[in-house]
């Protein structure tokens, strides 16, 4: 799941090339071939060598670039440019991985640490497999059945993350959420997502629970 507004809405440059990132990251992992580089990060591992054209493509002789997530087991990629910001997903063989932009883990720590967990929390919820599972096993009906259900799963992934970061002592990444969040006002933050306000406000008063 991401937290702005480039999912699900439209296909314009933004979206695509937030798509085209994943499905790079997303063809790495299934040993494919792909149209750009992993980004090295500080505290990303990865194995470099050049690239090679190959048919319509490159193939790459590096793995995906990978950061540790404090919030989950799961593998947390690192995509260069992935103006979805962050994203949970399960690969073609079932494997569970996030990926997040590195730009993000480059230059806003606070607010990477919040969409790590706020991802962590998309899978261990189960949203992420319903989502991935119906919609793989019927088609692009699927998705107007689960419409009425981003609005509360991006609360509840939300309302999650805040209270792992309370329990690792990161105010500063809760904080970071809410101004975020904020910044968008009366506006959703996504295709039938929750407003900036809403998520702002559930936010604020998850983080001040006693």
Same mark, same amino acid.
């Given at each position: $799941?991401?937290?702005?507004?480039?999912?699900?809405?439209?296909?314009?440059?933004?979206? *695509?090339?937030?798509? !085209?990132?994943?499905?790079?990251?997303?063809?790495?992992?299934?040993?494919? !071939?792909?149209?750009?580089?992993?980004?090295? &990060?500080?505290?990303? @591992?990865?194995?470099?060598?050049?690239?090679?054209?190959?048919?319509?493509?490159?193939?790459?002789?590096?793995?995906?670039?990978? &950061?540790?997530?404090?919030? =989950?087991?799961?593998?947390?990629?690192?995509?260069?440019?992935?103006?979805?910001?962050?994203?949970? !997903?399960?690969?073609?063989?079932?494997?569970?991985?996030?990926?997040?932009?590195?730009?993000?883990?480059?230059?806003?720590?606070?607010?990477?640490?919040?969409?790590?967990?706020?991802?962590?929390?998309?899978?261990?919820?189960?949203? !992420?497999?319903?989502?991935?599972?119906? *919609?793989?096993?019927?088609?692009?009906?699927?998705?107007?059945?689960?419409?009425?259900?981003?609005?509360? $799963?991006?609360?509840?992934?939300?309302? =999650?993350?805040?209270?792992? *970061?309370?329990?690792?002592?990161?105010?500063?990444?809760?904080?970071?959420?809410?101004?975020?969040?904020?910044?968008?006002? @009366?506006?959703?933050?996504?295709?039938?997502?929750?407003?900036?306000?809403?998520?702002?406000?559930?936010?604020?008063?998850?983080?001040?629970?006693?």
């Amino acid at each position: $799941m991401t937290v702005f507004r480039e999912k699900f809405v439209g296909f314009g440059g933004r979206r *695509l090339k937030a798509l !085209t990132a994943l499905a790079v990251a997303l063809g790495l992992l299934a040993g494919g !071939t792909a149209s750009a580089e992993g980004l090295q &990060v500080p505290g990303a @591992d990865a194995t470099a060598g050049p690239a090679r054209k190959t048919g319509g493509g490159f193939e790459f002789r590096r793995k995906l670039s990978s &950061v540790d997530n404090p919030y =989950c087991a799961i593998v947390t990629y690192v995509v260069p440019d992935f103006t979805a910001e962050a994203s949970s !997903t399960q690969t073609a063989d079932d494997r569970s991985v996030i990926v997040i932009d590195a730009s993000i883990l480059k230059t806003e720590r606070a607010y990477a640490h919040f969409l790590m967990a706020h991802e962590c929390c998309h899978h261990t919820l189960g949203h !992420t497999r319903l989502t991935t599972q119906r *919609l793989g096993s019927v088609g692009p009906q699927p998705f107007y059945y689960l419409r009425p259900l981003l609005k509360n $799963m991006e609360l509840d992934a939300d309302g =999650c993350a805040v209270r792992m *970061l309370r329990l690792t002592d990161e105010p500063d990444a809760i904080e970071s959420a809410r101004i975020r969040m904020s910044r968008f006002g @009366d506006e959703q933050t996504g295709a039938y997502y929750p407003t900036g306000n809403e998520r702002a406000g559930h936010i604020e008063r998850i983080a001040a629970e006693e």
